[in-house]
Nanobody, 115 residues
């Protein structure tokens, strides 16, 4: 049974930091590209960062230099370290596992940035 379980969301002040985690099970984690998406109220879900099976990373421009995606293939977990958070980062953050034959989603974790 495939599972992606996100954790680490919460309420933080502007300029603060959060670290999201996504624990995976039920599939060959090390071979999948792992992605973090987010969906703000009234907006479509959008890709934020990704890391492929070789460790290559990619970010959207608005989070470059502030967010870092990483993975631990032994723990089958992907992380998103988010620093210098801004109110516009407020969204539900979703973990996604992608391979050519399959794509899996977590349930999401809320991140709210507000003073």
């Amino acid at each position: 049974q495939v599972q992606l379980v996100e954790s680490g969301g919460g309420l933080v002040q502007p300029g603060g930091s959060l670290r999201l985690s996504c624990a995976a099970s039920g599939f060959m984690f090390s071979t999948y590209t792992m992605n973090w998406y987010r969906q703000a109220p009234g907006k479509q879900r959008a890709l934020v960062a990704q890391i492929n099976s070789s460790g290559f990373t990619n970010y959207i421009d608005s989070v470059k230099g502030r967010f870092t995606i990483s993975r631990d293939n032994v723990k089958k977990t992907v992380y998103l370290q988010m620093n210098s958070l801004k109110p516009e980062d407020t969204a539900v953050y979703y973990c996604n596992a992608w391979w050519t034959a399959a794509s899996y989603w977590g349930q999401g974790t809320q991140v709210s940035v507000s003073s």
